[in-house]
């Protein structure tokens, strides 16, 4: 079955530029996180959505990051005015919790390699 | 102190060793817990969530020591095909994000 799509795959951006990074859930999946992957660490946390609701955005690392999930299916997550720093994997994950008995066993997309110059 | 703490190795072994890896984690209420594999340039996938008794998926076997806040992961008769970054997983409390070890790299050689 289709698992977790992202787009776009790889976006080279100027210092400066806002990007929007796109994600597309499992269908029926509940939950929807996004996470940071920096060379070397494991993903870090950044927000979390249960259907359109951000419920946790403590992991975003400054206020020109902004993610949304309107219709509580894709999910956007953008970031402005884009700094050196923010050069990482944007990966996005879904998953079936909190539906009863769902062990938030979290389902990955390709992620996004976003590099700002 | 980091949340999820592994060895980031690399452990180089032939094939068919047995190989372990271990973890601990600092959040005493964390409820669930998994290993995660990392290919190099690709997305996490998951391995096998970990369970209070212990598990067995074919040639892999998870523990979790609670009192310890410590977890296993072990690979027998190890491939080539088994070489890739193993990450330790935790869930904490009531909050959905997973809290990600660096993980360990693992190496198989002929």
Wanted: overall charge positive; hydrophobic content about 30%.
């Amino acid at each position: 079955g289709a698992g977790v799509s992202q787009s776009p795959r790889y976006k080279v951006a100027k210092r400066g530029q806002d990007v929007a990074l796109r994600c597309d859930p499992i269908s029926g999946h509940v939950s929807l996180f996004w996470y940071q992957q920096a060379l070397g660490q494991g993903p870090e946390f950044l927000t979390y959505f249960q259907n359109e609701a951000q419920l946790d955005k403590s992991g975003l690392p400054s206020d020109r990051f902004f993610a949304e999930r309107p219709e509580g299916s894709v999910s956007t997550l953008k970031i402005q005015r884009t700094q050196q720093e923010d050069s990482a994997v944007y990966l996005c994950a879904s998953s079936l919790w909190p539906r009863q008995g769902a062990r938030n066993e979290q389902y990955f997309g390709p992620g996004t390699r976003l590099t700002v110059t | 102190r980091k949340e999820v703490e592994q060895d980031p190795g690399p452990f180089n072994v032939p094939e068919g060793a047995t190989v372990a890896f271990n973890c601990t984690y600092s959040n005493s209420a964390s409820q669930s817990f998994f290993w995660y594999r990392q290919d190099c340039r690709k997305e996490p996938k998951l391995l096998m969530s970990v369970y209070s008794s212990g598990n067995e998926d074919g040639r892999f076997t998870a523990q979790l020591n609670r009192a310890s806040q410590y977890i296993s992961l072990l690979i027998r008769d190890s491939k080539l095909s088994d070489s890739a970054t193993y990450l330790c997983v935790v869930k904490g409390g009531s909050q959905g994000n997973l809290i990600f070890g660096k993980g360990t790299k693992l190496s198989v050689k002929p």
